[in-house]
């Protein structure tokens, strides 16, 4: 992670992996379909935001964004938008 602007994409670790599924109903729902994560970049804040760069079985890009609070701050995950490329 880095500390002010994001970090280069790189492919998702489990936990970023299981932070995605967590919202995969939502996400399933806005673009139509099911996502494949192909990488991620993230930005500490306060707290993380996390953007997932992920395709669709016919090879469309969507952009993922999830903000995640700290856990001093109760550690809770928000979708924030999906959006095709």
Do not use: R, W
């Amino acid at each position: 992670m880095s500390c002010g602007g994001f970090n280069q994409a790189q492919a998702p670790t489990e936990e970023e992996v299981a932070l995605f599924t967590q919202f995969e109903s939502e996400i399933k729902q806005q673009a139509d379909g099911e996502l494949t994560v192909e990488s991620v970049s993230t930005q500490v804040v306060n707290g993380v935001n996390y953007i997932f760069t992920a395709k669709n079985a016919a090879g469309q890009v969507f952009q993922v964004k999830i903000y995640k609070a700290l856990p001093h701050a109760g550690g809770q995950a928000e979708l924030k938008s999906v959006t095709a490329q």
